[in-house]
Every structure is written in structure tokens, then in C-alpha cells.
């Protein structure tokens, strides 16, 4: 485990009545990549621009590498911010742009020309360093702000959104690039996004953000597989979600038969929620089907085809297949692993449901 | 068509243009060239140039038109700065532009009244124990009711300016380190600077020609060429030394203009930063 960065302990923020953080607990380790993935409105934003210091908490603490930065003002904390419309200064060009925090800290002026062509090298710009911001295209700017704050070789770069204005072609190139660009650098990036794809590509650790509150942190791999709740499900990736009630450990029924599955500790009969990603369904004939369904509609995708069904209690399921289905109307049955049907306990917290988890997966 | 309706459209402002613009001040021109006499002479221009009397005049307009804008800008960038972080800021306003809608002569005639020795301003001083003080017909009584009128005029220019800052670029400048003040100096400044521009167009120019407060407030001690245009034109008759002021006036305005204007910025290109 590498050293603690950033802390944020029992972080609240209101406006007024409206609750926008609630009992936020955050660590970051130096030299990962963090992503707040979350809806419009779930207050990742809130939690990076309480970082950078641009809004005072309602309670709880913020500790940037060991020292208490509530009320440290953000031209003294020793992070930097890539902004969602990226702020550069009109009136100033390319290499301005990038020396000013530098020249702020009154850096000579070889070492401020050194620092900033290595700066927008890193980004591939040395070859625009005289150009006017209004000049540059979406793609040129992104790249001008992020030199701009790696130049300052902060502990931890802050990025809101940096990706949202690019076209998608662009955007996955920039991808590429950040990740490249946050191992080559070795500093922490706590990247804020609502994409999940782009939150599961980047990441090292994923917080998944709702309503003010971390629904669930950690690799991509485990919040994909194993998300806590119902949002978290269906935030990331696509699912399909039936609601069941757990028999036994290891027994899940619904749709009235019983399946195995590879979760257990619950209450018996507990009412719970069974995940199963479209993706890990397989069309099969009648004898081998686990569920019985009708198609209903498909689309073709491009790399697949997603293929909606009902089953005979009305439960819509969604399947992603490299090959088409058959017509419109016809039955077919669905097939699935038992280690890819994950359950889920209504309103478990994390610590729970991490506790749970290793309660019996160690067995 | 379409193109018909919109010339149609220039008729009206081409009109009013031609006629209280362009006719006037070709007739300024024109009358600058006659003596009282009625006879064409360049000597009105050779009186201007020559005479201490009218370049003193010339030099203090442009003197006492720099200390008013001054004064005015010292106070209404930071009464506009403020005004951008303020709960009710339209409101505000609309309290600091009220003034204008009140004749300036009455309010120049309210000022006598404060600033008179039994004035408003002369009791205030006398609970004090201050002796009445002559404070009508003083150049400070002089700048402050000026500066008092065109800062409506100077505000409005700077708190639009401070309105269309993206405050993202402030929160950047901070975020890199920059104290308040240093992104004060090297942002919000240099971003709000062509409303301030525009403010000092719109103070120093009206400023230069001031006859009225001049003479209410000032007490004529202070002549400025608004005053001597007054003259000529009603008192001693000199319509052609009146215009020759005028036409000087209005190619001082100009150069102004042209010193505050809008230039294009965009620097040189070459490798001025490649070693």
C-alpha cells in the first residue's frame, strides 16, 4: 500500500437544506488513478472542488499528504485542477498560459522556459508554444490545461470532466493518453467523469458516487462484478436486474425455481436482488435453459447485437450475442454460469457487504 | 427584398446622422475659418497656437479632464467590483444610475446648497467646531461634483466587464497558486480593461468640455475650453474663435479615442520563446 495522499474523513457539505455531500470517507494513495464516477448531480464535483479549495465543507476534514487543509486557501495547496472548460487565459498565449503558475512562484527564467517546453512536450504542444488560445482546437486546449498543472508537479492532479467536450474519437485517443501520461508522471490523478466506460478503462480505483454519498469503492473489475446495490448495477454497464429471495447460502430463487449461485451470509429468505450482465447470457435450446423466454426486439450493434426478451412473468432480459437470435416472436432459452449471477442485500453498506464478502470467500 | 428592407432600416439613424453629426461639425469647420467680420482667415488658428491665454485654457481641460476620470476610476472600479459580488447587484445599480435621470443643472444647484457657507456641509463641520470654510468655488468642489456626475457613466462599463469574467478564470489563477491580488494584477485586470476603457472614453471625453459645473461650482476660476466656446459664441459674439476651440476639441476627442480604442493585440508571430 502506498502512502496516503489525500484524506477526506466524515466530509458533509450542505446548501442550506439541500444536502449535496454526506459522510464522504475517502483515501488516495500516491501514484494511482481515482476516478469519481457518478450521475450529474451526485456531487463528485463538490468533493474535487473541496479539494482544490474552492468551497469550504460544512464538517469533517481534508488532509492533503498529512496536513489539515480546511483552511488553507487553494492558491496554497499543493494540488492543481484540470477544468471541464478549461479555463486558460485569453490574454495570454500557449507558453504564458503554461509559465503562469510558475511565474507566480517566481521561478527564474530559465528554468521557467525549460519547465514548460518539457511541460508541453509531455502533451505534445511544443511545436503550438507561441499561439493565441482562440487559435486552438478543443482537443489542443485540453492538452494546454494539462500542461499547465503538470508543469507544477503537483502531488495530486485534480481533473473535472477534462474528456466531456471532446468528440468521441478524440476522447478515446485522450484516454490513452492520460493514463500513459499519469504512470510516466508517478502523481496521483483523482479524475472525475460520469462516463462509465471511460471510469472503467482509466482507473486503478473507482468511487461510484449517488445522492452525496460513495455507493461503493474499488477496481473496476470488482464493482462491475460485484456491485453493492441496484444503482451501482445499473450505473455501470447494462444489467438485468430480478428481484428474488435467497433460500439458502449458495440458493437463489425466483421467477419460482431455484438457482445456484456463489453468494451467501445472508438471512434465509431474505428478499434480495440478482444481477445478471447481458453479456454473460447465452441463447441455448429448451432442454438447457435455466429461464425461458420470447424475443422481442434486436439490434445490431456493430461488434454485437442486443437482443431484448420477456419471460412469462414479464421480467424484461437484455442479452448481448456475437450471433443474432432467432425471429421475433420465437422461444428461446437462456443459459448462464452460476458464478456469473451475482446477489445483492437491499441497503447494505459497504463495510458490510465487503465483510460478507470475505466471510465466505475465503473458504 | 430582404436586402431592400434592411437598407430602409439605415434611413432613419443616416438621417439623423447627416443632420446633428455631420452637418455640424463641417459647420464648426467651415466657421472656423472667419473672423468676426465675416471675412475667411486662418488667424483664428494662428491666435490659438499663439496665445498663452488659449493653450493655458487647452492644457487645463485636458489637466482637469484627467483628474476627474482619474478620481472616478478610483472610485468606480472597486464600487463595480464590489457591486459584482452583491446579493441584490441589479438593484445596486439601479440605485447609482438613478442620479442621471435628475437634470444636471438642479443637481449642480444642490450642490451649492450643500457646499454654501451656511450649507449642508459647513453645519456638519460645525459641531465640530470648524469654522465655516469657503468650499464653494474651489477646484476640490470643482473635481468632486464632476467626478460625482460621470461615475454612473464609468461604473457601468467596468461592472459589465466584471459580469462577462468567467469566474473559472480566477478559480484557475488560484488554483496555480496566485494570491488574491496577483490574480487580481495578471487576471481579473487585464480581462476587465476594455471596460475600462470604454468607461474613460465615455468620462474624459464629456469632461473636456464642461462649462456648466465650470461656472456653478468652479466659480469660473477654473477656464477650460468649455467655457471660452461659451463665451465667444454668447458674450463676445466670436463665433469663428468659438469654432476654432470646437474643431480643436473635437480632434482632441479623437486622438483619445484612438489612444483608448480597441487595438488589435495579437503579437507578432516567430519563435520569440524557442531557444
Known amino acids: 500500500m502506498g502512502a496516503a495522499i489525500v484524506e477526506l474523513k466524515h466530509v458533509d457539505k450542505n446548501y442550506g437544506d439541500t444536502t449535496v455531500l454526506r459522510d464522504i470517507n475517502i483515501t488516495l494513495e500516491e501514484g494511482k488513478f481515482y476516478t469519481l464516477l457518478g450521475p450529474s448531480g451526485s456531487g463528485k464535483t463538490t468533493i474535487l472542488r473541496a479539494i482544490a479549495g474552492f468551497l469550504n465543507v460544512t464538517a469533517g476534514d481534508i488532509y492533503i499528504a498529512g496536513k489539515r487543509v480546511n483552511d488553507i486557501p487553494a492558491n496554497l495547496r499543493q494540488v492543481n485542477t484540470v477544468f471541464q472548460d478549461y479555463a486558460l487565459f485569453p490574454h495570454m498565449d500557449v507558453f504564458e498560459n503554461v509559465a503562469y503558475g510558475l511565474r507566480i512562484r517566481k521561478v527564474d527564467k530559465a528554468s521557467v522556459e525549460k519547465r514548460v517546453l518539457d511541460a508541453l512536450k509531455m502533451v505534445r504542444l511544443d511545436n503550438l508554444i507561441d499561439r493565441q488560445i482562440s487559435e486552438l482546437s478543443g482537443g489542443q486546449q485540453q492538452r494546454v490545461a494539462i500542461a499547465r498543472a503538470i508543469v507544477l508537479e503537483p502531488k495530486v492532479l485534480l481533473l473535472d470532466e477534462p474528456l466531456s467536450a471532446l468528440d468521441a474519437k478524440l476522447r478515446k485517443d485522450m484516454q490513452y493518453e492520460l493514463r500513459e501520461l499519469q504512470q510516466r508522471l508517478g502523481i496521483t490523478f483523482l479524475f472525475v467523469t460520469h462516463d462509465q466506460e471511460e471510469a472503467l478503462a482509466l482507473s486503478d480505483e473507482i468511487f461510484v458516487m449517488n445522492d452525496g454519498k460513495v455507493q461503493q469503492s474499488g477496481t473496476p473489475v470488482d464493482i462491475y462484478d460485484e456491485p453493492i446495490n441496484h444503482f451501482v448495477a445499473d450505473f455501470i454497464g447494462e444489467s438485468n436486474i430480478v428481484s428474488g429471495r435467497m433460500v439458502a447460502d449458495y440458493k437463489v430463487k425466483f421467477n419460482g425455481k431455484v438457482f445456484d449461485c456463489a453468494d451467501a451470509g445472508m438471512r434465509p429468505n431474505e428478499p434480495v436482488e440478482v444481477v445478471l450482465r447481458p453479456e454473460d447470457l447465452d441463447i441455448t435450446s429448451a432442454e438447457k435453459a435455466k429461464v425461458t423466454v420470447s424475443i422481442d426486439t434486436q439490434l445490431f450493434r456493430g461488434d454485437f447485437y442486443e437482443i431484448v426478451a420477456y419471460d412469462d412473468g414479464h421480467n424484461e432480459w437484455l442479452i448481448h450475442s456475437t450471433n443474432p437470435a432467432p425471429a421475433d416472436g420465437s422461444l428461446v432459452g437462456l443459459y448462464w454460469d452460476t458464478e456469473d449471477m451475482h446477489v445483492m442485500r437491499f441497503g447494505e453498506s459497504e463495510e458490510d457487504f465487503d465483510a460478507r464478502l470475505d466471510s465466505y470467500e475465503g473458504e | ?275
Do not use: C
Open chain 2, 1 to 275: 427584398m430582404r436586402k431592400k428592407v434592411n437598407t430602409a432600416f439605415y434611413v432613419p439613424y443616416g438621417l439623423w446622422l447627416l443632420l446633428f453629426v455631420i452637418a455640424p461639425m463641417l459647420l464648426i469647420v467651415y466657421q472656423s475659418f472667419f473672423n468676426i467680420n465675416h471675412q475667411f482667415t486662418l488667424a483664428n488658428y494662428a491666435t490659438y497656437f499663439q496665445s498663452g491665454t488659449y493653450l493655458t485654457m487647452t492644457f487645463n481641460s485636458v489637466w482637469y479632464a484627467f483628474v476627474i476620470t482619474v478620481v472616478t476610476l478610483l472610485i468606480s472600479y472597486p464600487a463595480a467590483y464590489i457591486l459584482h459580488y452583491m446579493k441584490h447587484k441589479q438593484l445596486w445599480l439601479l440605485l447609482i444610475i438613478l442620479p442621471t435621470w435628475i437634470n444636471l443643472l438642479l443637481k449642480a444647484y444642490a450642490f451649492i446648497g450643500i457646499f454654501g457657507r451656511d450649507g449642508g456641509l459647513n453645519n456638519f463641520l460645525g459641531w465640530f467646531g470648524i469654522a465655516p470654510k469657503q468650499l464653494l468655488f474651489t477646484d476640490a468642489a470643482f473635481i468632486f461634483v464632476a467626478a460625482y456626475i460621470e461615475i454612473p457613466f464609468m461604473i457601468l462599463p467596468i461592472f459589465n466587464g466584471i459580469e462577462e469574467l468567467d469566474e473559472g478564470l480566477v478559480n484557475a489563477s488560484r488554483d496555480l497558486g496566485a494570491s488574491p491580488w496577483q490574480t487580481f494584477i495578471h487576471v481579473t485586470l487585464p480581462l476587465t480593461m476594455s471596460g475600462v476603457k470604454s468607461g474613460v472614453q465615455a468620462v474624459f471625453i464629456p469632461s473636456l468640455s464642461l462649462f456648466m459645473i465650470t461656472r456653478l461650482i468652479g466659480g469660473n476660476r477654473v477656464i477650460t475650453l468649455g467655457t471660452a466656446i461659451e463665451e465667444h459664441f454668447l458674450t463676445t459674439m466670436n463665433w469663428g474663435m468659438g469654432s476654432t476651440i470646437g474643431v480643436v476639441l473635437i480632434v482632441t476627442m479623437f486622438v483619445i479615442m484612438f489612444l483608448t480604442g480597441e487595438r488589435n493585440k495579437r503579437r507578432v508571430k516567430g519563435g520569440k520563446h524557442h531557444a
